[in-house]
């Protein structure tokens, strides 16, 4: 029974009814809901782990939550920030020396080999905050030269792990020039995929390991990783892509062959961890606390407070508004909303969005983690209809 004040009952039944519409017309096979506000959590598995499967979605279903993994990156960032072996505004190229002397194309369009020096060198903060001059080309496929050289060296962004070790990859990304200057445009994604190369550098150990010490096992992140045990595979349900001609549902990824069933050769941090809700909601718990969760500290209050407030300017969100509308801005690996826009956009509010279907935010003035999962890739950066519906359900079962 949901308390009087903090969510309504007869409202999650209504919000329990437009999830299951979306099963029922056979859009999603099947997705897990959550709203945590104050000391009540209200979880709702609907549907089934596959279309045709009989075995129906559960609380501790494994997700591939893609970009929600961004922010946990971050966070593990900023622990080295706090330790200082790590700092802010200090040049990576001591540890990721393919960042180093950077060239910068003259014009999006340009041919590769038409340059000009970089103006300064590429910071951590320019990770966190997606501002080191290359990224996610929002255009359509092989329409500049830069997006082909990316593509072909498998830098390009895509909903499965790299197929090249951190080494490699970065080597690869390393021959290429910058679109943009460091610190002039905000372009999406690759500075997480770098945040996980630095990290695994500066405490010389696997990113996984490292995210398992110092945040994952401190959590109680029991079912978080880069990749799914051989015994829990059948709590992994499939995923799935609109087709192009027909846009019906076809199969991205099966639990009997999928990319998650070993260990990756790239362990991303921009898309590649797996995880439930009730894991993801730790972690936003945490960040929701000001970096405590229970007896442990993972980060203090003011690194929490610098990860979710606004790092662009207005010119950058301007060129980026598929991304950020005119209410939301970026802080270190996740959006933070700026003002109210609908029902679920409170100031403040900060969380990000996976690309295989899952939306993960945390709302201080509400005291609110909402988290929806699906297996559904989304068709583009803009929300899918079951995100959109998902947050004004959650939002409208406030009962204050």
């Known amino acids: 029974m949901m308390r009087a004040r903090n969510l309504s009952k007869e409202r999650l039944g209504r919000m329990h009814d437009i999830m299951a519409g979306y099963v029922e017309r056979g859009e999603i096979s099947g997705m897990v809901t ?77 041919p590769l080999d038409d340059t000009v020096p970089a103006k300064r060198a590429i910071t951590l903060r320019d990770l966190l905050t997606f501002q080191l001059g290359i990224g996610v080309v929002m255009a359509p496929p092989g329409m500049y030269p830069i997006q082909k050289a990316m593509d072909e060296a498998g830098l390009a962004p895509g909903p499965n792990p790299p197929a090249h070790s951190p080494d490699e990859w970065m080597k690869r990304l390393g021959s290429l020039p910058l679109v943009h200057q460091p610190g002039e445009n905000w372009m999406y994604h690759t500075g997480s995929e770098i945040l996980g190369v630095l990290i695994a550098r500066a405490a010389d150990q696997p990113l996984e390991q490292f995210l398992r010490e110092r945040i994952f096992e401190p959590l109680g992140l029991k079912d978080t990783g880069f ?81 979710t407030i606004d790092h662009l300017t207005a010119e950058m969100k301007a060129n980026n508004r598929i991304f950020f509308g005119d209410h939301s801005g970026w802080g270190f690996g996740m959006a933070v909303s700026l003002k109210r826009s609908d029902l679920s956009d409170t100031p403040g509010r900060f969380g990000w969005n996976g690309g295989t279907g899952t939306s993960g935010y945390t709302d201080p003035k509400e005291e609110m983690i909402g988290i929806v999962m699906t297996q559904r890739l989304m068709d583009s950066p803009a929300p899918p209809g079951v995100f959109l519906d998902y947050w004004t359900s959650a939002y409208q079962a406030i009962d204050d």
């Not at 709590?235 to 549902?249: N, Q, V, W």
């Open 34 to 110: 959550l709203i945590s506000r104050r000391e009540d959590v209200y979880v709702d598995a609907i549907g089934k782990l596959a279309f045709g499967s009989d075995v129906s979605m559960q609380r501790d279903t494994l997700f591939r939550i893609a970009s929600m993994t961004k922010p946990i990156t971050a966070a593990a960032a900023m622990i080295l920030v706090e330790e200082c072996r790590l700092r802010l505004d200090e040049p990576v190229d001591q540890l990721l020396p393919e960042l180093a002397d950077r060239q910068v194309l003259k014009r999006i369009d340009s």
């Open 227 to 307: 990749s799914v045990p051989a015994d829990k595979l059948d709590r992994l349900p499939t995923s799935y892509m609109t087709h192009p001609d027909s846009g019906a549902p076809m199969v991205h990824d099966e639990p009997a062959n999928s990319r998650w069933s070993s260990k990756p050769a790239f362990p991303s941090g921009g898309g590649g961890l797996i995880s439930t809700v009730d894991d993801y909601l730790a972690f936003c718990q945490m960040m929701l606390n000001k970096g405590q969760y229970g007896r442990e500290r993972i980060l203090s209050r003011p690194s929490i407070e610098l990860m």
